[in-house]
């Protein structure tokens, strides 16, 4: 849209002299400003910037009635953690026995995170060793690297630190994902889910434990 | 005293930097945003500190606090392609028309029988109907849900084969992390319970690695 000069259409019209017209060479851009901004903030407004992030987690195949009866080998000294209703977590260490202590903990920094730290000390300050050696080598050492790796995948390999996840009924999505998290975070290598939950006597002992 | 006369200035200043700007930011935009499809619910997933990025073409199945599953996939050909064996299977005729709709529809949670009246609706009207989830069975009885699953595995494999084909022929590269992969995004207050029967009726598909959506959280610490 062109600019046109003011032709005298106001009332300011009397007093005006008659004088040629001088053609402006500059374009009225308002209009187009304005729908150049109307787009600009709705497309700031509507587009998704970051794309989501994933959790990997890897689900075996289901048993046949076979394997199902086989009983699972006990573990002697993994960890067992609980999750229950109203984001509370038991632990306890070892086999479970009708004596077995649970203790309580949470989510947080100093409940969770501490007890795996504590409890995969072996493999962390072996991959921090590594980690170190890696970051004094040079980029263009990819054999040096590679051997660093398999290093890494056999520590955790021979890991001797298991841990085993029940939820009973209580436990949210939330809390699963959460204690997911925390084992990637202190890089626990081999930990499970227990498809069937808790069992009764660990049921108990939280009723037990709650009252 | 005699008038001082202004010089009248030309109110009119120029615009043409701002514009250059402004539409070099709507360019900007226009090409790099992705749009959020129309979702039946509003899922709010746990938060994690993963790092790793949704996969490029995904099977997305939406779970949300009642344990309603809703499904999604990202590549047309093989939604349409899976549809029509989903179909086909429970026993549905279906009409081009709809196949072509349902591509674009996004998430649907209906059982398969009303899908094509769903289709037949507005996408204003879309909104308004109550999504009951795809049906599915707990005890391991092959319900819709299942169906789908496991006929989104299979052509998952083909459609990469057959991507992977192509490649070869024309000797392109070929980008291998297109694979479609199954991703679960679930109501963080959801009870595990839920999300896990959900989670069942692909594994009884033999669907095994799933990826979980989740919220970002800060860079942890050890100490």
Known sequence: ???????GGGGHGKHDKKRAKRSSTHVDMTPMVDLAFLLLTFFVLTSTFSKPK??????????DEKQQQQKAPEVKDGLTLL????DKIFYYRGSLKPTTELIP??????????????????????LQDVQKRL?????SDTAGRRKLEEEVTSAQRVSKQIV???????????NMIDVMDEFMITQIAKYYVIDDGMAKLEKDLIKKQSN | MPKVKMPRSNPSLDMTPMVDLAFLLVTFFMLTSSFRTQEPVVVDP?????????????????????????IDLTNPAVKAKVFEKVANQVGVKLEAESVKKFTGAGSIGLKISSIPEYLELEASERTNVKQTGVPYDTTGKKSELYWWAYYTRL????????REEEAKQRKLPFDKSNYIQFVVKAEADAKYDIVKHVIQVFRDAKVKQFQMITGLEAEPSLK
């Open chain 1, 164 to 174: 085993l996840v029940k939820n009973d009924e209580g436990a949210t999505y939330r």
């Open chain 2, 155 to 162: 052509e998952a494999h083909n459609d990469f084969k057959a």
């Open chain 1, 83 to 86: 999750l229950t209703n109203n």
């Open chain 2, 46 to 70: 746990p938060t994690s500190t993963t790092k790793i990025e949704i996969p490029k073409q995904v099977f997305m199945i939406t779970v949300d606090q009642q344990g309603r599953a809703y």
């Open chain 1, 135 to 139: 970051n004094k080598l040079s980029e």
């Open chain 1, 1 to 7: 849209m062109a600019q046109i000069q003011e032709s």
């Open chain 1, 54 to 63: 994933v959790l990997r987690m890897i689900f075996p195949e289901k048993l």
């Open chain 1, 105 to 126: 903990i949470d989510y947080s920094k100093n409940g969770l995170r501490k007890v795996l730290v504590d409890y995969n000390s072996d493999l962390l300050i072996k």
